[in-house]
């Protein structure tokens, strides 16, 4: 099977086809994202949160601009607080786990402080999909973190 490379235009692209091409690239490299799959990544959230059907880069870039600010130092803060990077979760409610391949902090206009959006990829379904806070759970024990090659992009 051919794999490609993130395409320079993810504009109309739906949740799941994000979602395959972001695993694909995590598939390849383990343990980073590059430029390309941050931007998928990135995109997947932001369909979540607004639950767009379809990605389209302007909405994502406006919703960008008008968000409310919040300090790089209280987006930090809480995503010091949340599941790391590189550990195995449960998808709550489903027989899925998976890995944490990356955090972003957004704060809505409603609240004081950030949430915690995680993208998980699920080898068993060959997707990456976004998840809430209250979605996942960290599995227990010597579960807990990926393998270490994972965690260290080997």
């Known amino acids: 099977m051919h794999q490609q490379a993130t395409p320079v235009n993810i504009d109309g692209l739906t949740t799941a086809e994000l979602g395959r091409l972001l695993h694909i690239q995590w598939e390849r490299r383990p343990g980073t994202l590059h430029t390309g799959g941050r931007r998928l990544a990135s995109a997947l959230i932001h369909m979540r ?3 767009a059907l379809r990605y389209h880069a302007a909405a994502h870039a406006n919703q ?3 968000a409310p600010r919040t300090s790089l130092h209280l987006k930090q803060r809480a995503l010091a607080t949340g599941h790391p990077l590189g550990s195995r ?16 902090a957004h704060r809505d206009p409603d609240d004081i402080y950030p949430s915690i959006w995680y993208i998980v990829d699920i080898t068993a379904l060959r997707l990456c999909r976004p998840h809430g806070t209250d979605e996942i759970e960290p599995l227990s024990g010597k579960d807990h973190r990926a393998p270490r090659a994972v965690r260290e992009g080997r």
Not at 89 to 104: C, Q, R, Y
């Open 49 to 51: 949160r607004t639950r």
């Open 64 to 66: 960008l601009a008008n």
């Open 89 to 104: 979760a449960a998808i709550l409610g489903e027989p899925h786990t998976g890995v944490i391949v990356h955090t972003e």
